[in-house]
């Protein structure tokens, strides 16, 4: 019998789910999701088609003994959600800064669970962050929106590569001091 290695991260209580470390057990539903071309496009790191075994890389990339992002899932199993609602990480950077990434599955969208984590992880600020980035796609003003009502102040525009896209697309810049 093999246990699975659970990373010491905290567990951050939202009030329809939690936010918890990944685990072997979500790869399935992580597959799903991030295979949908609509999650893939909203991303900059998410290929499309998503290839098989990319989730449980991903796992093991988030799970490994010294990860470059600190990634948890919204667990919504033990509210009547789904267990897993979406992804949320924190990248560090150096000067305890952190830049915040998130993405919900389809399924959830419009229903303030974005909004929810971002303010969650927040207010929880496990990594002790003094500031917190973030960046959106400008096609993307539902996800701006997620930024400016937790806080964010835009900060400027510039452009990143998206893998699905296979084009740099323009995007909006936030931070937060906390």
Same mark, same amino acid.
């Given at each position: 019998?093999?246990?699975?290695?659970?990373?010491?991260?905290?567990?951050?209580?939202?009030?329809? +789910? =939690? /936010?918890?470390?990944? @685990?072997?057990?979500?790869?399935?539903?992580?597959?799903?999701? !991030?295979? &949908?071309? @609509?999650?893939?496009? !909203?991303?900059?790191?998410?290929?499309?088609?998503?290839?098989?075994?990319? %989730?449980?890389? #991903?796992?093991?990339? !988030?799970?490994? &003994? *010294?990860?470059?992002?600190?990634?948890?899932?919204?667990?919504?199993?033990?509210?009547?959600?789904?267990?897993?609602?979406?992804? $949320?990480? /924190? @990248? =560090?950077?150096?000067?305890?800064?952190?830049?915040?990434?998130?993405?919900?599955?389809? %399924? #959830?969208? *419009?229903?303030? $669970?974005?909004?929810?984590?971002?303010?969650? /992880?927040?207010?929880? *600020?496990?990594?002790? =962050?003094?500031? $917190? +980035?973030?960046?959106? +796609?400008?096609?993307?003003? %539902?996800? %701006?929106?997620?930024?400016?009502?937790?806080? #964010?102040?835009? $900060?400027? &525009?510039?452009?990143?590569?998206?893998?699905?896209? &296979?084009? *740099?697309?323009?995007?909006?810049?936030?931070?937060?001091?906390?």
């Amino acid at each position: 019998m093999r246990l699975e290695t659970i990373p010491n991260q905290p567990l951050v209580e939202a009030d329809r +789910f =939690c /936010l918890r470390p990944l @685990r072997r057990s979500d790869a399935g539903l992580l597959q799903m999701y !991030a295979s &949908d071309k @609509r999650v893939a496009e !909203a991303t900059s790191s998410i290929p499309h088609p998503y290839p098989p075994g990319a %989730a449980e890389a #991903f796992i093991a990339r !988030a799970n490994s &003994d *010294n990860p470059k992002e600190v990634v948890w899932v919204m667990d919504g199993k033990a509210q009547g959600l789904g267990e897993v609602l979406g992804v $949320i990480s /924190l @990248r =560090c950077m150096d000067r305890d800064q952190a830049e915040v990434s998130y993405w919900v599955a389809p %399924a #959830f969208w *419009n229903a303030g $669970i974005a909004s929810e984590a971002v303010k969650t /992880l927040l207010a929880g *600020n496990p990594m002790k =962050c003094k500031t $917190i +980035f973030a960046q959106v +796609f400008q096609d993307n003003p %539902a996800s %701006a929106r997620v930024l400016t009502n937790a806080g #964010f102040e835009y $900060i400027g &525009d510039a452009e990143v590569h998206s893998v699905a896209r &296979d084009a *740099n697309v323009p995007t909006w810049t936030y931070s937060k001091k906390l």
